[in-house]
């Protein structure tokens, strides 16, 4: 079986982290892929935790 690689410019890279805030009680994590062809950079995933309890 063939194996084979992605171009440089389209390896998903690390992107922001914005943490739920203090004394969140349910956390729910998501990770959101985010690409703009108009900037040059490479797709990142930015992760975004979010308190889904009812407060």
Known sequence: MAEFSLP???KVQKGKHHAAPAGAKQVRT????????DDGENPR???????VSSS
Do not use: K
């Open 30 to 37: 998501f990770r959101i892929y985010r690409w703009t062809p």
């Open 8 to 10: 440089r410019n389209s």
């Open 45 to 51: 995933l930015d992760t975004f935790e979010v308190d």
